[in-house]
T-cell receptor, first 114, second 114 residues
Framework: DQQVKQNSPSLSVQEGRISILNCDYTNSMFDYFLWYKKYPAEGPTFLISISSIKDKNEDGRFTVFLNKSAKHLSLHIVPSQPGDSAVYFCAASGVAQGAQKLVFGQGTRLTINP | NAGVTQTPKFRVLKTGQSMTLLCAQDMNHEYMYWYRQDPGMGLRLIHYSVGEGTTAKGEVPDGYNVSRLKKQNFLLGLESAAPSQTSVYFC?????????????FGSGTRLTVV
């Protein structure tokens, strides 16, 4: 039972354009959402997060939008740069078995073309 | 500042062999986690620990054991390796809450079981 889903395994975007990565979740008890970026042969690194009480959070070129009614969040990158080529994981925070844990989506591989 | 260090980085095991993966963090984090990453499956939680001397099962714990004898170290053991355990293993740590920057990940251990 996949609680966090990223339905697009890959996305290709031209440099300078907007990249939009999507994520859906099923558990309404999730209270915090995060995006991680992963380069080959490295561990995931934190990118941006949003609390469930907000609908938007912005950090430079990166903006995360949360639509709680649709249980959907998205990451916008604008303008996209070649260094943004990586795998992006969506994650949701929830409490289970008395501990707070992150549940990750399958990841979306973003390729920025020059 | 090393953050989260995983050893070894690569390992090839024969079916039935055993091994231990070591994770060390120098951030005084309470929580530590072991995830595995498989193509199309994202990051799945194997075991986690909410403090020294405590461990708990995650989403895919079968075939693995863990120990957290010291706060800074979290060991993942495979008693009898199987080809299905071929994967990339990531250790992560966090403070008492995952809000803000979430987890800090190590760079991963690529394990192949033949």
């Amino acid at each position: 039972d996949q609680q966090v889903k990223q339905n697009s395994p890959s996305l290709s975007v031209q440099e300078g354009r907007i990249s939009i990565l999507n994520c859906d979740y099923t558990n309404s008890m999730f209270d915090y959402f995060l995006w991680y970026k992963k380069y080959p042969a490295e561990g995931p690194t934190f990118l941006i997060s949003i609390s469930s009480i907000k609908d938007k959070n912005e950090d430079g070129r990166f903006t995360v939008f949360l639509n709680k009614s649709a249980k959907h969040l998205s990451l916008h990158i604008v303008p996209s740069q070649p260094g943004d080529s990586a795998v992006y994981f969506c994650a949701a925070s929830g409490v289970a078995q008395g501990a707070q844990k992150l549940v990750f989506g399958q990841g979306t591989r973003l390729t920025i073309n020059p | 500042n090393a953050g989260v260090t995983q050893t070894p980085k690569f390992r090839v095991l024969k079916t039935g062999q055993s091994m231990t993966l070591l994770c060390a963090q120098d951030m005084n984090h309470e929580y530590m986690y072991w995830y595995r990453q498989d193509p199309g499956m994202g990051l799945r939680l194997i075991h986690y620990s909410v403090g020294e001397g405590t461990t708990a099962k995650g989403e895919v714990p079968d075939g693995y054991n863990v120990s957290r004898l010291k706060k800074q170290n979290f060991l993942l053991g495979l008693e009898s390796a199987a080809p299905s355990q071929t994967s990339v293993y990531f250790c992560a740590s966090s403070s008492l809450t995952v809000y803000g920057n979430g987890y800090t990940f190590g760079s991963g251990t690529r394990l192949t079981v033949v």
